[in-house]
């Protein structure tokens, strides 16, 4: 069974970082293509991040330069470091697997909540 | 543009037919991809491609695109499809996603 388990949020004070995990289960997060998903309290889904099977990245333009993802292969496990956060970081933050281009995201974690707040 | 545009609110009467749409100039290249997230919880995978359905969703949703703007349609709605419909795709760039902003479903 396909499954993805995303920890590590929290509150955190404004400029501070965080690390988000993703486990995955069921399927290699090295053959797929890896996903972050934001929602804001009460607003839509944001696209946040992807890494590809070959490892190439990407970042929307609203935390490129403060987001790194990354995977470890040997933990079958999807990661976002997020560094510098404000407010408007706050959101609950989801995983979700994308088997190819037009596939869609077919797998979603239950996503983990940070509150970036003083 | 690298923009989806959805209208934030659609009403349908129980057993009747709605198009939720989705426009973006990426749509001309790229299919969009539609999701079913109902409050509390992680989006659903509804349509993919150019018209395809993940196993276990109902074959009264149906997906078709025209130009730059792609449909979901829900033909026959029950009272269990009300929620928010996100369509997603590319951008022009093919390598980063574009959300749109979501449509409000309501089953009358």
């Known amino acids: 069974e396909v499954q993805l388990v995303e920890s590590g949020g929290g509150l955190i004070q404004p400029g501070g970082s965080l690390r988000l995990s993703c486990v995955a289960s069921g399927f290699s997060v090295s053959s797929n293509y890896m996903n972050w998903v934001r929602q804001a309290p009460g607003k839509g889904l944001e696209w946040v991040s992807v890494i590809y099977s070959g490892g190439d990245t990407f970042y929307s333009d609203s935390v490129k330069g403060r987001f790194t993802i990354s995977r470890d292969n040997s933990r079958n496990t999807l990661y976002l470091q997020m560094n510098y956060l404000s407010a408007e970081d706050t959101a609950i933050y989801y995983c979700?697997?994308?088997?190819?281009?037009?596939?869609?995201?077919?797998?979603w974690g239950q996503g983990t909540l940070v509150t970036v707040s003083s | 543009s690298s923009e989806l545009t959805q209208d934030p609110a659609v009403s349908v009467a129980l057993g009747q037919t709605v198009r939720i749409t989705c426009q973006g100039d990426s749509l001309r290249s790229y299919y969009a991809s539609w999701y079913q997230q109902k409050p509390g919880q992680a989006p659903v995978l509804f349509i993919y491609?150019?018209?395809n359905r993940p196993s276990g969703i109902p074959d009264r949703f149906s997906g078709s695109r025209s130009g730059n703007t792609a449909s979901l349609t829900i033909t026959g709605s029950q009272a269990e499809d009300e929620a928010h419909y996100y369509c997603n795709s590319r951008d022009s760039s093919g390598y980063r996603v574009v959300f749109g902003g979501g449509t409000k479903l309501t089953v009358l």
């Open positions: 491609g150019k018209n």
């Open positions: 979700a697997r994308e088997s190819g281009v037009n596939s869609g995201f077919d797998s």
